[in-house]
């Protein structure tokens, strides 16, 4: 009896069988138990068209691309860069449903936020935001970011090229898997465009 409490003892006093390190380790974001998965959206309505398009949302402490449809009058496109800029950030700035809220998906855009074309100086398909990307909460901007990049509001290489409203010029910033893994931390800052 004494040696089967004391070989419990033991087995309860070895851990989980990971040995610790001197070294710290960046294992990414923690495992969430939220599920980051959505039906499939039905779009639609009398007298719009939809048009597909995907937005990144904030889930279980990562981004997390979310397919939506945005309606237009019939007739209309999104052809180019600041339209498409306009109608994305409407839908980050847009409250998630019951379907997206259930599966753990928000975001951190606020409803005051808006984009416009950038100024004469500025590069082709440079964007102005309401506020300077460098204010913005790091969520926030790492969904603007990275929902542009994926779009036609991006530049050929993939960047985004975003100002604020002050005459200071615009930055190129990069999605990457590490900013999508991690939306809290700023940014991938690319150089001055001029």
């Not at 989980?16 to 960046?26: E, K, L, W, Y």
């Not at 499939?40 to 279980?60: H, K, N, S």
């Not at 109608?87 to 997206?100: T, V």
């Not at 590069?123 to 970011?145: E, F, T």
Request: aromatic residues 2%; glycine residues 12%; charged residues 25%.
């Amino acid at each position: 009896m004494v040696l089967t409490g004391l070989a419990a003892l033991c087995a309860l006093t070895a851990g989980c069988g990971i040995r610790n390190t001197s070294v710290p380790v960046d294992a990414g974001a923690a495992p969430s138990r939220v599920p980051c998965d959505l039906p499939a959206d039905d779009g639609g309505g009398e007298g719009f068209q939809g048009i597909p398009v995907r937005v990144y949302l904030v889930c279980g402490s990562r981004l997390v691309p979310v397919d939506r449809t945005v309606q237009i009058a019939e007739g209309r496109t999104l052809s180019d860069g600041e339209r498409v800029a306009e109608k994305l950030l409407d839908e980050l700035r847009e409250k998630p449903g019951a379907s997206e809220r259930e599966a753990g998906f928000s975001t951190d855009v606020q409803g005051s936020l808006s984009v416009s074309a950038g100024r004469k100086s500025d590069p082709a398909g440079a964007l102005r935001l309401s506020r300077d990307p460098a204010d913005l909460p790091a969520n926030a901007l790492a969904q603007i970011v990275c929902t542009y990049a994926e779009s036609a509001a991006a530049e050929t290489d993939g960047s985004v090229v975003l100002g604020g409203p002050d005459g200071d010029p615009p930055r190129a910033y990069s999605c990457t898997q590490q900013l999508k893994t991690r939306p809290d931390a700023d940014p991938e800052l690319g150089d001055v465009r001029r």
